[in-house]
T-cell receptor, first 115, second 115 residues
């Protein structure tokens, strides 16, 4: 499986600011995804990061709030914009490797607290 | 026993006992299922997967059972150890006619193993 590194691992931010989270993979991967995990809850898919094109967002998530970049097959960023306390969550990057019927693998996430 | 907590169901077992974690999924078109283990401060870690054309798959100390009739998935852990204490999530991939359908996660179960 791939080694997935996320930066920062945690941060405390002020209301109204924005934070960009980076996800770096040690090998080229087919698909990259961004999830949110609110405190004590399960994972919810935010969007699929598409290489060279706009991300595909899930219902309830919009590009203005969560802009995503994926400039190549090993790197993606998620920005959480104009943060409010409700954005306090763990944000997780996952990847799907090149073959079908393979599980997604996750980074250790970014723990974000907004004051 | 199993009970519903504030956020996630919990399961407490004694070391050496077998554990069974259950998951109900919602979409009869889902074709691929995965179990993940999430330890505190880490991202979900892949445990075992199963395709919809199977009803049982075994790994090292773990077995996944799939009952498509009632849309039920279970994870059995043999000889549970304190290191198995974590939150366990099931995930289903809703078949979209492509190899990389999106994952939908279940609510999760907190497993606590007592020495």
């Amino acid at each position: 499986s791939a080694v997935i590194s996320q930066k920062p691992s945690r941060d405390i931010c002020q209301r109204g600011t924005s934070l960009t989270i980076q996800c770096q993979v040690d090998s080229q991967v087919t698909m990259m995804f961004w999830y949110r995990q609110q405190p004590g809850q399960s994972l919810t898919l935010i969007a699929t990061a598409n290489q060279g094109s706009e991300a595909t967002y899930e219902s309830g998530f919009v590009i203005d709030k969560f802009p995503i970049s994926r400039p190549n097959l090993t790197f993606s960023t998620l920005t959480v914009s104009n943060m409010s306390p409700e954005d306090s969550s763990i944000y997780l990057c996952s990847v799907a490797l090149g073959t079908a019927n393979q599980p997604q693998h996750f980074g250790d996430g970014t723990r974000l607290s907004i004051l | 026993g199993e009970s519903v907590g504030l956020h996630l169901p919990t399961l407490s077992v004694q070391e050496g006992d077998n554990s069974i974690i259950n998951c109900a999924y919602s979409n009869s078109a889902s074709d691929y299922f995965i179990w993940y283990k999430q330890e505190s401060g880490k991202g979900p870690q892949f445990i075992i997967d199963i395709r919809s054309n199977m009803d049982k798959r075994q790994g090292q100390r773990v077995t996944v059972l799939l009952n498509k009739t009632v849309k039920h998935l279970s994870l059995q852990i043999a000889a549970t150890q304190p290191g198995d204490s974590a939150v366990y999530f099931c995930a289903e991939r809703r078949a979209l006619g492509t190899s990389y359908g999106k994952l939908t996660f279940g609510q999760g179960t907190i497993l606590t193993v007592h020495p």
